[in-house]
């Protein structure tokens, strides 16, 4: 997300900005290009070499939040 200045959104969101995954741990990443950039991503998402721009990251990231809640569950399937 585009911001105004490198100290912008210092607050984590609900969110990951990649694969939307609400999610209690975010990182964020900030770079500058044309601009001042801040991205709070999940744990899978912050390991996307395609930056967001391959759907199949953002479905297995989903995959994985999914399998992780299952596993603290405790459920079979």
């Known amino acids: 997300m585009k911001v105004k200045n490198k100290d912008d959104s210092l607050e984590m969101p609900e969110e990951c900005d990649n694969c939307s995954e609400e999610t209690t741990e975010l ?6 290009d044309q601009g001042h950039y801040v991205e709070w991503l999940c ?19 989903s995959m994985l939040h999914e399998l992780e809640r299952r ?5 079979p399937k």
């Open 71 to 75: 596993i603290k569950k405790g459920e």
């Open 27 to 32: 990182e964020r990443f900030y770079y500058y």
């Open 43 to 61: 744990c899978y998402c912050c390991r996307d070499f395609t930056h967001g721009q391959d759907d199949i990251i953002k479905t297995v990231a």
